[in-house]
């Protein structure tokens, strides 16, 4: 089944994993947990919706290059509710 997401991981060390993140119209990246803090790098301008695991939402309003941090343990569901236009992120996990 495809969820209309797909990570490619571009590195990963002892220290880092980096991942880019594409999430297709109506895609979305299913529930999960952050075991590491990590950092967004947005790569477009749009919007995310993010469902926490206690069921609120966040609309997150991506600026390309305009980074922001979450710490370990975010539990979410992010999802691409346009019908335009990829959204595009770089996430870096900090693993150590």
Request: net charge negative; charged share 20%; aromatic share 6%.
């Amino acid at each position: 089944m495809s969820t209309g997401a797909h990570g490619d991981i571009q590195l990963e060390n002892e220290h880092f994993r980096v991942t880019k993140w594409t999430i297709s119209p109506g895609g979305v990246i299913p529930m999960h947990r952050h075991d590491f803090e990590y950092v967004v790098i947005p790569l477009v301008t749009d919007t995310m919706h993010v469902t926490n695991a206690d069921g609120t939402e966040i609309i997150a309003e991506l600026t390309a290059g305009q980074s922001y941090t979450r710490p370990a343990g975010s539990e979410h569901q992010v999802e691409n509710r346009g019908d335009a236009a990829d959204v595009v992120f770089v996430e870096v996990e900090k693993l150590a």
